[in-house]
């Protein structure tokens, strides 16, 4: 009984604490750590090259023409249009391995001068130098980047995104298409009207 007595104060506060919730200054709690964190758009899930040449053609390049690919991955697409077609392009990745391998493989391919790889949030870009916007994310990425796609682009502008669609908004034009794996794949082509 003595003992127990004696550690009564301890038992006590344990049982205090374990009743509220105690968070020391400067820490945030989960649910505020998951609320700032981005949203994943898609995982890294490259697009077959048998799959690019096609969104590239779909996407109608021309002279002058500036592309935005958002979730650029490897960088595959951004090199491939400025190979094919010679024009600028930007690559936005949230990957830091991803954009230091996607500036390598511009250095090889030795159009480091007409591509950029950035390391960004998708949905924080800027897109109002884009003429051609390249997508392979997730169907409720797509829909958050419908908005910002129809507030920041010009008239003429077209977004190309492969197997996903934008919800209600309809393509102005989509193709299927087999890869190399006999997997079935669809490219959706949107044209920006104002």
């Given at each position: 009984?003595?003992?127990?007595?004696?550690?009564?104060?301890?038992?006590?506060?344990?049982?205090?604490?374990?009743?509220?919730?105690?968070?020391?200054?400067?820490?945030?709690?989960?649910?505020?750590?998951?609320?700032?964190?981005?949203?994943?758009?898609?995982?890294?899930?490259?697009?077959?090259?048998?799959?690019?040449?096609?969104?590239?053609?779909?996407?109608?390049?021309?002279?002058?023409?500036?592309?935005?690919?958002?979730?650029?991955?490897?960088?595959?697409?951004?090199?491939?249009?400025?190979?094919?077609?010679?024009?600028?392009?930007?690559?936005?990745?949230?990957?830091?391995?991803?954009?230091?391998?996607?500036?390598?493989?511009?250095?090889?391919?030795?159009?480091?001068?007409?591509?950029?790889?950035?390391?960004?949030?998708?949905?924080?870009?800027?897109?109002?130098?884009?003429?051609?916007?390249?997508?392979?994310?997730?169907?409720?990425?797509?829909?958050?980047?419908?908005?910002?796609?129809?507030?920041?682009?010009?008239?003429?502008?077209?977004?190309?995104?492969?197997?996903?669609?934008?919800?209600?908004?309809?393509?102005?034009?989509?193709?299927?298409?087999?890869?190399?794996?006999?997997?079935?794949?669809?490219?959706?082509l949107w044209r920006i009207k104002k």
């Amino acid at each position: 009984m003595k003992n127990l007595i004696r550690f009564l104060p301890l038992i006590f506060v344990v049982g205090l604490l374990s009743t509220i919730q105690i968070i020391p200054p400067g820490w945030q709690s989960e649910a505020f750590q998951a609320q700032s964190e981005p949203p994943v758009l898609a995982p890294f899930e490259p697009t077959p090259m048998e799959v690019v040449i096609p969104m590239l053609i779909l996407a109608d390049i021309r002279a002058g023409d500036v592309l935005y690919d958002l979730g650029s991955g490897d960088g595959r697409i951004v090199i491939a249009a400025a190979k094919r077609y010679g024009i600028r392009g930007v690559g936005v990745e949230i990957d830091p391995e991803l954009v230091r391998e996607s500036r390598e493989k511009a250095r090889k391919e030795r159009v480091e001068h007409l591509v950029e790889f950035r390391l960004q949030d998708a949905l924080t870009v800027d897109l109002s130098a884009a003429t051609i916007v390249t997508l392979y994310l997730y169907p409720d990425a797509n829909l958050l980047l419908r908005p910002i796609l129809r507030k920041q682009l010009r008239a003429g502008a077209r977004v190309v995104s492969h197997d996903f669609d934008m919800g209600d908004w309809k393509p102005d034009k989509s193709e299927k298409l087999k890869d190399n794996q006999g997997e079935n794949h669809t490219i959706y082509l949107w044209r920006i009207k104002k």
